[in-house]
């Protein structure tokens, strides 16, 4: 059993920063992969970063490049997204996501968390 909890999101203006946390419990060494996806409404769930637990493999879906930084404390089990230069289509839920391996697919993650609100707006 392993659960996830996402926070950290919020309304901000484009340009402005957030970072969200992941914070895992539970049988958190069956995981290696945590992930780092978005939606909105209608649209299908976008992968946007993932790290490996020992944090030496990183992954960004290329619209968030130079923008995005993620990072684990495993010593706290939490998993961050820090999100720079926040722009309006960057608005959805962010849920994070454990898997056994990186992937931009959400078939191959096994547990989710419940989502965080990120609202990049005017």
């Known amino acids: 059993q392993l659960q996830l909890v996402e926070s950290g999101g919020g309304l901000v203006q484009p340009g402005g920063s957030l970072r969200l946390s992941c914070a895992a419990s539970?049988?958190?060494?069956?995981?290696?992969?945590i992930g780092w996806f978005r939606q909105v409404p209608g649209k299908e769930r976008e992968g946007v970063s993932c790290i490996i637990r020992s944090g030496d493999s990183t992954n960004y879906v290329d619209s968030v490049k130079g923008r995005f930084t993620i990072s684990r404390d495993n010593a706290q089990n939490t998993v961050y997204l820090q999100m720079n230069s926040l722009k309006p289509e960057d608005t959805a839920i962010y849920y994070c996501?454990?898997?056994?391996?990186?992937?931009?697919?959400?078939?191959?993650?096994?547990?989710w968390g419940q989502g965080t609100q990120v609202t990049v707006s005017s």
């Open positions: 996501a454990a898997g056994h391996y990186c992937s931009s697919y959400t078939q191959r993650y096994n547990y």
């Open positions: 539970g049988r958190t060494l069956d995981y290696d992969a």
